[in-house]
């Protein structure tokens, strides 16, 4: 049979790192097997659902190339399916409706709790349910799950697996309001597409059990499952929606790109040896269920900006562009076309971490500078320092090559003709073209700021020191 695995996120939170690593997992085993992957939106929790988090898992899964074969399906586009199976195990007697009222279910629960007993549903209606009658009383419908024997499944990852079916109870498979349930659709949307493998956190393995003696009261196939497991903040706290966990999104916006994402999040949990780097072709060669570890993995930014730096610094030139005027255009950010970009990135990339950090180190290369914000100007500001400047501006007016070595050997001349150091004439520079003290090699700088912007902001600076001494 043909492999086909599936990722089915509920878009009520963003994409967060566990999600987008199951995600990774079964896109992997698909295309090792040359198998198809499948993306379904399980969307049928009305309350929680919002349409930004499913824009937001769709982004965040083409932004890392998880591009999926089949899809993306939505279960609220399903619901006919979902109703009339429910009427058919309704008819064959392997699914009942329950009248019991929510002050019953509550009191039930609650004395459980008391006489320490494991809380669950007391079947109540399974038997008498037909009898009752009480067709404009709200109901739910529970599945007729089996009260003796075993459920018994091999998981890929943690061996063989058995649980009473004593231990289950007859879970909710239509809610009063006639929505189906998440443990009833995933199950029906895994046996009508086709689904051979299930690959998902270990938070699921409780349903695994109930979904399939549902399966198999439908004499449906079942899959084989694998459950990974949990990962872990640098708390120590379970990553997950409800508690707010970081989202790929965010990564996004702080300028990590697909690769080191991608490469972090495999080794959440998977090793091959001790290789650390992995390639798109690599990944989808090596992956294998046996070294998916069974103990939890632990956030490490450091570690992501370790892989992000080294990706920055590795990957050819035109993907690095690419990643750059990308990132630029979704945050709005507007470069001066004057400037050589493609060699600002390949002179200073290798000092940072992501495209966040080095866009905003050299902010001023495109942003107006507010000399009032610049830390104790007022000390520069001295006739003596305007004289150096006027010249300075005159010099550079008249320079036809604008090269960094004509650059630098004019910012020389200047420092004999008024004997300072260079590190002075350096500074005073760089305050009126960075807003900054310290940026990297002064003549560089210059240089990439382009001759038309340098002497409008070095004038602006004479100007403003002028009219600090009028004052």
Known sequence: MKVKTRFSPSPTGCLHIGGARTALYSWLFARKYNGSFVLRIEDTDVKRVNDNYVQDILYGLSYLKLNWDEGPFYQSNRLN??????????????????????????????????????????????????????SNIPFVVRFKNPINGFVQFTDMIRGLICISNYELDDFIIQRSNGMPTYNFCVVIDDWK?????????????????????????????????????????????????????????????????????????????????DQEIFSINEMQNLFNMENISKSPSMINDKRLLWLNHYYLNNLSTETINSYFFTYCKSNKIFLDESIDIQNLLKEFLCHHNTLEEFISSYLYLYKDINLSNVDN?????????????????????????????????????????????FKNIATLIRIGIAGRKNTPNISTIIFYIGKNKFLLRINNLIKYMQSYILI
């Open 193 to 273: 597409m086709n689904i051979t493998h299930v690959i998902r956190g270990e938070d699921h393995i409780n349903n695994t059990p109930r979904q399939i003696n549902l399966l198999n009261s439908l004499c449906a196939p079942i899959p084989l499952y694998a459950h990974v497991s949990m990962i872990l903040d640098d708390s120590g706290v379970k990553l997950s929606k409800r508690n707010k966990s970081k989202s790929i999104t965010s990564y996004i916006r702080e300028g990590f790109i697909p690769e080191a994402i991608l490469n972090y999040i495999l080794r959440l949990g998977w090793s091959y040896k």
């Open 377 to 421: 100007i007022q000390t520069y500001c001295n006739s003596i320092n305007i004289k150096i400047l006027k010249f300075l501006y005159k010099k550079f007016f008249l320079l036809t090559c604008w090269y960094k070595s004509d650059i630098l050997l004019l910012l020389k001349q200047l420092t004999k003709k008024f004997n300072v150091c």
């Open 81 to 134: 399916i979902y109703k009339n199976i429910i009427l058919f195990m309704l008819k064959k007697g392997i699914a009942y409706k329950c009248y019991c009222s929510q002050e019953r279910l509550d009191k039930l629960r609650k004395n459980q709790i008391l006489n320490k007993q494991k809380p669950r549903y007391d079947r109540q209606c399974r038997e008498y349910c037909a009898l009752l009658k009480k």
